[in-house]
């Protein structure tokens, strides 16, 4: 088993309960951990035997895109996806971080993590 990790994806959307932050948006991060079984393309350098990041990115922006009210609602949507999308996937671990959420409060991040 092998941990392959997308950290930092950054992105600005429109979630929240609040309809300034569905109107204003907001800086997110995204991580993703992987477990994975990928001897055959450590073995054979062929990026079809492993998780193609570029896919990973591209699925969690699409994800991303779609306004939600709960980052917990966008977080499991990303994992389900990515999951369902790569076969070599054993488990993983999505995290999506809200920066600056409008709290009474001076707050750097929320976040919220999911595992599958």
Known sequence: MSLIAI???QFYAHHGYYKEEQVLGG????DIYMNVEVNE???TDNLEKTINYEEVYKITKAEMEQRSKLIEHVCVRIAQRVKNNFTQ??????RVSKFQPPLKGNVERVFFETEL
Do not use: H, R, W
């Open 89 to 94: 996937i054993q488990s993983l671990k999505v």
């Open 41 to 43: 393309a450590s073995l």
């Open 7 to 9: 950290e930092g994806m």
């Open 27 to 30: 800086k997110y991060t995204v």
